[in-house]
């Protein structure tokens, strides 16, 4: 990582208020180069708290837009961090239409040259695409990292029509825990109690709402850009990491855009943008790459990036299973349209005959975390043991290398004695060892095989062909491994068991995997800079003589044959920053189930979040306990929050709600 200290722009930044229709203001960190002329905004808009929550990682890269001729802007949503307002819903009607009044106001900023564009990850990087879909003329370009096209299927919510355990239940706690944060005194000055506990008389746990749609209805497609690419009118680079679930929508933003609007880049990388150099890598000089596209389509200079292919990808070479690793080997393919002409389906059909698909409801625990952010436990193990849950079917790989770069998928042929259930396929690379690398995986709840959008039972000892992809990947198996196709029918935690789920019969002579074969081209000679960031914040992690959790651990009673998964998502220890603000979050998120009984799921997070300015004397503390069970007619929800300023409670909630088991 190279720190750049010295940019052709001297630099200025200020915190100030965004006016909006109504007189809401939101909160906004704006760094500028030292110029008289007018020049292009770049704007990151998200809920997670400039003043803290992200503010080490937007000095990595604000300022070195600005230093290079950009107003660099960092805006908080309505109702979180020192924004006014009451939180909603996650982008809701209202935050996008603030995030269009941002844009038009940047715009007419007398520094401004009248060319915004936007960019983010995950929340942010959803947020630009949804805005953009809205059309306003002053915003000409985006980069969008690790984000959603659809909220149902490619996001934290579900997976293959089912209810993701982890990714769900992790993402709404976290975003209970923060909505219910304070504004910091410091920036907003003595009515920030006023407008914290005017907050939280609103506040309201995320996944009730998300609970409350098991199919991808009105609700979830009101969200999503996929239902009207065209509205796009902006220039979309799209980026994303194999080892993140967000990835699919890059490979469909490239096919669907506008292919003089669009580029896409998929790297080895997780959650993170691709510049941080968190695991797994290489790191690349993401920050040069936008500057090539701001330049060219908010400066009106020809940097030659439209002359790049369609989708750069990065195919990864074949490795060993680890929770970790620094770097993976691989190459940079790159494909000039999308699909492409290089990829070919090829199937390769199953045999045996009937096989008895009926795994034990812990299978999954080796499966990693859903959102991987570089930390030790995050990638899944040798999958061996999750292999012998499953039913695997195998083919060699013998004189070439098999490469594939897209969307795996399979056609099962299914005959179910219950009404409920569902199927799992991971692609596993198996080496001469025995030792099994999870490639890609999918996964499809059985009621709704004939569309997201409804859920209807299976036909009590019916037969039927299903059919689903599994996530996109580059990869390449090599001579002498194996390809193998796990099917199992449970997954947990990122698949909620149903009730009632018994397994299911696979014939596998109806069966077969399609893989997306990449024929090998000539290297392009695709290469990128080195990373480079501005200088760091300057935050201060104190070191603790306190023994660290394990990320990951499990636990499994034998007598009651249960298995518990505690995970430490890595949120926790303290942080002091430059300002002399502590910001101390700890978390733990546990998953519980019976290895014969689907309705024994369980799922608890625990987390507390401290503010404390000393020189002050601030201190306040969120606490909150999410839990989420089941029975065979409905979601259990229960849910607590506890703020306290100093030694007082100043709120405490909580919510009991029981929600119908439709689909999910």
């Known amino acids: 990582m190279q720190i750049r200290t010295s940019f052709p722009y001297e630099t200025t930044h200020e915190d100030l208020y965004i006016p909006l229709t109504g007189g809401t203001r939101l909160y906004a960190r704006i760094w500028r180069p030292v110029t008289d002329e007018p020049v292009p905004a770049l704007l990151e808009y998200l809920p997670h708290r400039l003043s803290d929550g992200t503010a080490a990682r937007d000095h990595q890269r604000h300022p070195w837009y600005a230093g290079h001729g950009y107003a660099s802007v960092r805006v908080d949503v309505r109702g979180h961090g020192n924004s006014e307002g009451l939180p909603g819903d996650a982008h809701d009607a209202t935050e996008l239409a603030d995030g269009v009044a941002v844009v038009h106001w940047l715009a007419q900023q007398e520094w401004c040259s009248g060319r915004v564009g936007m960019f983010g990850i995950g929340w942010g990087g959803f947020g630009s695409l949804r805005i953009a879909a809205l059309a306003p003329e002053p915003l000409k370009a985006v980069v969008t990292v690790c984000s959603a096209d659809d909220r149902y299927t490619d996001d934290v919510h579900y997976m293959g029509g089912s209810v993701l355990g982890a990714g769900m239940h ?27 506990l005017g907050r939280l008389e609103a506040v309201e746990p995320f996944l009730h709402t998300w609970l409350a749609h098991q199919t991808r209805d009105d609700y979830w497609r ?39 609007k669009v580029r896409g880049l998929i790297g080895p990388w997780p959650h993170q943008y691709p510049d941080r150099g968190l695991r797994p890598g290489p790191a690349i000089g993401f920050l040069q790459e936008t500057l090539r596209w701001w330049d060219q389509h908010l400066k009106g200079e020809d940097t030659g990036v439209m002359n790049e292919p369609l989708l750069r990808s990065w195919i990864s070479g074949s490795h060993p299973p680890a929770t970790v690793h620094e770097t993976l080997p691989g190459r940079w393919v790159g494909d000039a349209a999308w699909p492409s002409e290089n990829v070919t389906p090829v199937a390769y059909a199953l045999a045996g005959g009937e096989q008895t698909v009926r795994s034990p409801q812990q299978t999954g625990v080796d499966a990693g975390r859903f959102v991987p952010s570089g930390n030790d436990a995050d990638l899944p ?20 290398p098999i490469e594939i770069l897209g969307r795996p998928g399979v056609r099962l042929r299914i005959r179910m004695d219950v009404p409920r259930g569902q199927a799992i396929a991971r692609l596993c690379d198996v080496a001469p060892d025995g030792s099994s690398t999870l490639v890609t995986r999918g996964a499809l709840n059985l009621a709704t095989r004939h569309g997201s959008d409804r859920a209807e039972d299976w036909p ?83 070191v603790t003589l306190d023994e660290q959790r394990p990320e990951r651990l499990v636990v499994r009673d034998v007598a009651k044959g249960e298995w518990r998964l505690e995970v430490d998502p890595r949120r926790g220890g303290t942080r002091v920053h430059p300002d002399g603000l502590e910001f101390t979050e700890d978390a733990l998120e546990t998953y519980t189930i019976r290895q014969d009984a689907p309705l024994s799921a369980r799922t608890r997070s625990d987390r507390t979040i401290r503010l404390h300015r000393p020189e002050m004397s601030w201190d ?45």
């Open 170 to 196: 992790a993402r709404a706690s976290a975003m209970l825990a923060s909505v219910a944060l304070p504004p910091d005194p410091a920036d907003v000055g003595d009515g920030w109690r006023d407008m914290w």
């Open 222 to 260: 009101h969200g999503s850009v996929r239902e009207d690419y065209g509205a796009i009118r902006a220039n979309v680079l799209a980026v994303g990491g194999w080892h993140d679930p967000y990835r699919d929508t890059v490979l469909r933003l490239v096919e669907h855009l506008d292919p003089s």
């Open 381 to 400: 193990p040798d999958q061996r043991d999750e292999d012998a849950k499953s039913v695997c079917f195998e083919f060699p790989v013998e004189e070439s």
């Open 460 to 542: 009590v000892g019916g037969t039927e062909d299903v059919a689903f992809e599994l996530g996109a990947i580059g990869y390449t198996f090599p001579p002498g491994h194996r390809i193998r196709i796990a099917v199992s029918s449970s997954y947990w935690p990122w698949i909620w068991p149903q009730a009632g789920s018994a397994g299911f019969t696979l014939d596998a002579d109806g069966s077969l995997v399609e893989l997306p074969v990449r024929r090998h081209t000539e290297d392009p000679g695709i290469t990128f800079g080195e990373p480079e960031q501005a200088e760091p914040l300057g935050v201060v992690h104190p």
């Open 620 to 664: 306040v503390r969120v606490e909150t306990r999410s839990e989420l069970s089941a029975d065979a007619d409905d979601f259990i929800a229960s849910d607590e929050i506890v703020c306290r300023d100093g030694d007082e409670i100043v709120f405490h909630r909580t919510w009991e709600k029981r929600i119908p088991r439709t689909a999910g």
